[in-house]
């Protein structure tokens, strides 16, 4: 699990920093299915009787690790497949949480990647819920990528139904490393923000910044 906070509104990106030294890993009772405890047993595709290699990823690319184009067997080097999912935490008095993504940025080695930005506003206040914020590919034998996550738009929100106000995340975007083993592990990594901490007052009475705080999860 990593940790990450806007010290700065000024700051040109957030950086994150490992916990512990330990690796990325979900908490318990994480109930979300984006980020859950893998079954007893179940530690990703495996070869099937016969040897014929690992079994079909389902619709969506929502197995528990990677979907490799082709077909390759194991060993063969290919390029991967990943997603970027987010979700928020403290929002059980919000019947609205809907946080701008204005793009998605990530490289390997200084090189960018494929990406594909799946929706430019997503619904957080769904409980249980880690909406599709992006889609990206890894070449073969790259270890590590870096993600940006850009809000820099406005969004809304409405507490126990009340009428939408305005959430203004003009601020900052959330800059993170992830290593490829980390998100192998189920084909993606989720950007789980906290906002208890996140949601600041402003002038405006109708009117929340949203300064990210949170983790990213695996």
């Not at 970027?84 to 701008?100: C, F, H, I, N, Q």
């Not at 929706?119 to 819920?129: C, F, Q, V, W």
Request: hydrophobic fraction near 35%; charged fraction near 20%; aromatic fraction near 4%.
């Amino acid at each position: 699990m990593k940790k990450f906070l806007l010290s700065t509104l000024g700051a040109s990106a957030l950086a994150l920093a490992a916990c512990s030294g330990e690796d990325p890993a979900p908490l318990p009772g994480d109930e979300d299915p984006g980020v859950e405890t893998p079954v007893p047993g179940d530690e990703g595709p495996a070869p099937t009787p016969g040897g014929e290699g690992p079994g079909p990823t389902p619709p969506g690319g929502e197995g528990p690790g990677p979907t490799t184009p082709g077909g390759q067997g194991p060993g063969t080097p290919s390029t991967q497949s990943f997603e970027l999912r987010m979700r928020a935490e403290g929002v059980a008095d919000y019947t609205s949480m809907k946080v701008p993504v204005s793009d998605v940025l990530i490289t390997a080695e200084g090189k960018p990647v494929p990406v594909q930005v799946m929706s430019n506003m997503l619904e957080l206040a769904t409980p249980g819920h880690s909406p599709l914020a992006a889609r990206f590919t890894v070449p073969p034998g790259v270890e590590k990528v870096q993600i940006t996550v850009h809000f820099n738009a406005l969004g809304d929100f409405a507490r126990n139904g009340a009428q939408a106000s305005e959430l203004d995340a003009r601020v900052a975007p959330v800059t993170f490393e992830a290593r490829v083993r980390d998100l192998s592990v189920r084909g993606r990594a989720v950007l789980v923000l906290d906002m208890a901490r996140s949601m600041m007052a402003t002038q405006k009475s109708n009117s929340m910044l949203m300064l990210p705080n949170g983790t990213v999860k695996y």
